[in-house]
Nanobody, 124 residues
């Protein structure tokens, strides 16, 4: 059974930084592509960033490009999202997700396993 556990969310002022972590267990982490999504209150869940199995290919949504960076450490079964220059519109519950593909995926429906989410709140 695949388990994903996010951590690192919290309250931060606009312009600040946070680093989200996603701990992975249950199958071979190094063979799985992973992604970050977010859902603001009352809105649909949106794609944030994705990374392939080895970590040498990444993709970020235009809304976070240049501010957020996705990465992974296969030796530790961890994925990260470094978030800099945070804006109030980044406020959301952030989810990590994985699937059986090795290549990175941006479509939400392609991801099979999800974490419980971590709240990020950016105050103005």
């Amino acid at each position: 059974q695949v388990q994903l556990v996010e951590s690192g969310g919290g309250l931060v002022q606009a312009g600040g930084s946070l680093r989200l972590s996603c701990a992975f267990s249950g199958r071979t982490f190094s063979s799985a592509a992973m992604g970050w999504f977010r859902q603001a209150s009352g809105k649909e869940r949106d794609f944030v960033a994705a990374i392939n199995w080895s970590g040498d290919s990444t993709y970020h949504a235009d809304s976070v490009k240049g501010r957020f960076t996705i990465s992974r450490d296969n030796a530790k079964n961890m994925m990260y999202l470094q978030m800099n220059s945070l804006k109030p519109e980044d406020t959301a519950v952030y989810y990590c997700a994985t699937t059986f593909s090795r290549r990175l995926l941006v479509e939400e429906y392609m991801y099979l396993y999800w974490g419980q989410g971590t709240q990020v709140t950016v105050s103005s």
